[in-house]
């Protein structure tokens, strides 16, 4: 099996559903190690090649190259879970500032706000 972290541009085979065969396409792993190491599964956001379309919560991957990216391409705030079994390569990492920036577009897209002390909490779940 690939061996892969947070950060890390991972290729992805993806089988196609109605016929023989499978694409490969890059991701951007953002599970954390804990997860990676406990599950047989990683959380991944989608890379496209189309540079053209930027949709809410989509950036242009500005060091695509230092990546290990082939061409220009989008991080898109698209995310998926995969089996690890279906990374095919490590293609290189991200640089940790477009890291980050893509924490914060995430979090925009799910509406994860950092907690104020003004915002209203849900409370901690008890044991049963």
Same mark, same amino acid.
Not at 19 to 42: F, H, I, M, T, W
Not at 77 to 92: D, E, N, P, S, Y
Not at 95 to 103: D, G, K, M, P, S
């Given at each position: 099996?690939?061996?892969?972290?947070?950060?890390?541009?991972?290729?992805?085979?993806?089988?196609?559903?109605?016929?023989?065969?499978?694409?490969?396409?890059?991701?951007?792993?953002?599970?954390?190690?804990?997860?990676?190491?406990?599950?047989?599964?990683?959380?991944?956001?989608?890379?496209?090649?189309?540079?053209?379309?930027?949709?809410?919560?989509?950036?242009?991957?500005?060091?695509? +190259?230092?990546?290990?990216?082939?061409?220009?391409?989008?991080?898109?705030?698209?995310?998926?879970?995969?089996?690890?079994?279906?990374?095919?390569?490590?293609?290189?990492?991200?640089?940790?500032?477009?890291? +980050?920036?893509?924490?914060?577009?995430?979090?925009?897209?799910?509406?994860?706000?950092?907690?104020?002390?003004?915002?209203?909490?849900?409370?901690?779940?008890?044991?049963?």
């Amino acid at each position: 099996m690939i061996s892969f972290e947070r950060g890390d541009i991972v290729l992805v085979r993806y089988a196609f559903a109605d016929e023989p065969g499978a694409k490969q396409r890059p991701g951007l792993v953002v599970s954390g190690a804990e997860y990676n190491s406990s599950r047989a599964e990683a959380m991944i956001l989608a890379i496209t090649s189309n540079v053209t379309r930027l949709l809410y919560g989509d950036a242009l991957i500005e060091d695509w +190259r230092g990546a290990g990216l082939p061409m220009p391409s989008v991080l898109t705030a698209t995310m998926r879970t995969i089996q690890r079994a279906m990374v095919a390569a490590r293609l290189g990492a991200i640089a940790a500032r477009e890291l +980050r920036a893509a924490e914060r577009r995430v979090r925009a897209s799910l509406d994860l706000r950092q907690p104020s002390p003004s915002r209203k909490r849900f409370p901690e779940p008890t044991s049963l």
